[in-house]
């Protein structure tokens, strides 16, 4: 996903909703948007995909720690950096190499034309699990 | 999340990439807002990608000690090009143009963070 696209100071979270320290890793680790209409913004998103990390941390043995991030939106704080504003690993403790993309276009939705935004990245490499065993592993951020 | 040694090639020396996965299984939330905090559950989607970056523009060193960064290394600024299509209950919703792209932002490195960052 890009965060890009998130009019952070205009965003406000539902009254009574529960945020605590959330970690991007465990929430999204595998996100993609496509954003619908120029500089729509929040609004208009056509397609958002996640792969929530709890259940994958919890049961998968070499779980990687996340790195410490950089972005809070609505008193939560994410496990991630902006494209371009720090390190672009997702994985902390890490050793290894990364690509990352910030990419826009425009593309064909399934009724009409649409723009997108896509924060991707790929990290492949020596990491330390959380258990403090030394893996090696790719990973993508999506 | 965890990806298959060979859909990722990283050749930070050359400054190119790639990232390739074909019809990957993953919950659609529909918008970044419930992306972000799930304030809904999300449905099925389904998502092909190739991702590709080459065109080394400008090459630098980094070391950060930030507490919150931690990372050092070698990176190639490059520019990048994306082919995606998603499908949500079977229907394709979204295919990516070839034209009109622009690279907001593209690196390929090699990097160490945490307990392998010196000192």
Same mark, same amino acid.
């Given at each position: 996903?890009?965060?890009?696209?998130?009019?952070?100071?205009?965003?406000?979270?539902?009254?009574? *909703?529960?945020?605590?320290?959330?970690?991007?890793?465990?929430?999204?680790?595998?996100?993609?948007?496509?954003?619908?209409?120029?500089?729509?913004?929040?609004?208009?998103?056509?397609?958002?995909?996640?792969?929530?990390?709890?259940?994958?941390?919890?049961?998968?043995?070499?779980?990687?720690?996340?790195?410490?991030?950089?972005?809070?939106?609505?008193?939560?704080?994410?496990?991630?950096?902006?494209?371009?504003?720090?390190?672009?690993?997702?994985?902390?403790?890490?050793?290894?190499?990364?690509?990352?993309?910030?990419?826009?276009?425009?593309?064909?939705?399934?009724?009409?034309?649409?723009?997108?935004?896509?924060?991707?990245?790929?990290?492949?490499?020596?990491?330390?699990?959380? *258990?403090?065993?030394?893996?090696?592993?790719?990973?993508?951020?999506? | 999340?965890?990806?298959?040694?060979?859909?990722?090639?990283?050749?930070?020396? =050359?400054?190119?990439?790639?990232?390739?996965?074909?019809?990957?299984?993953?919950?659609?939330? #529909?918008?970044?807002?419930?992306?972000?905090?799930?304030?809904?559950?999300?449905?099925?989607?389904?998502?092909?990608?190739?991702?590709?970056?080459?065109? $080394?523009?400008?090459?630098?060193?980094?070391?950060?000690?930030?507490?919150?960064?931690?990372?050092?290394?070698?990176? =190639?600024?490059?520019?990048?090009?994306?082919?995606?299509?998603?499908?949500? #209950?079977?229907?394709? $919703?979204?295919?990516?143009?070839?034209?009109?792209?622009?690279?907001?932002?593209?690196?390929?490195?090699?990097?160490?963070?945490?307990?392998?960052?010196?000192?």
């Amino acid at each position: 996903m890009s965060l890009h696209n998130l009019e952070l100071r205009r965003f406000t979270p539902p009254v009574g *909703a529960s945020f605590g320290h959330r970690h991007f890793w465990e929430r999204a680790i595998s996100r993609r948007t496509f954003i619908a209409g120029a500089a729509a913004g929040v609004g208009g998103t056509a397609l958002l995909a996640g792969l929530p990390m709890t259940a994958m941390a919890k049961t998968t043995s070499g779980a990687p720690r996340p790195v410490p991030g950089s972005i809070d939106v609505a008193g939560s704080h994410f496990h991630i950096n902006l494209p371009g504003a720090g390190d672009q690993s997702t994985v902390f403790d890490f050793n290894g190499f990364v690509a990352a993309t910030d990419t826009a276009g425009v593309g064909k939705g399934e009724f009409g034309d649409l723009t997108f935004d896509a924060d991707m990245r790929i990290m492949e490499g020596e990491y330390i699990d959380l *258990a403090g065993r030394h893996q090696h592993a790719a990973f993508g951020f999506i | 999340m965890r990806i298959p040694s060979g859909a990722a090639h990283i050749d930070p020396g =050359a400054g190119k990439a790639s990232f390739h996965m074909e019809d990957l299984a993953i919950p659609d939330y #529909g918008s970044i807002p419930n992306g972000l905090f799930h304030f809904a559950p999300p449905i099925p989607g389904r998502v092909s990608f190739d991702i590709e970056w080459s065109g $080394v523009t400008s090459r630098n060193k980094v070391r950060n000690p930030d507490p919150m960064q931690r990372f050092g290394g070698e990176f =190639a600024s490059t520019r990048t090009h994306v082919t995606w299509r998603g499908w949500n #209950g079977g229907t394709l $919703v979204f295919e990516s143009s070839d034209d009109g792209q622009a690279t907001v932002f593209g690196q390929v490195g090699q990097e160490f963070n945490g307990a392998f960052f010196p000192g």
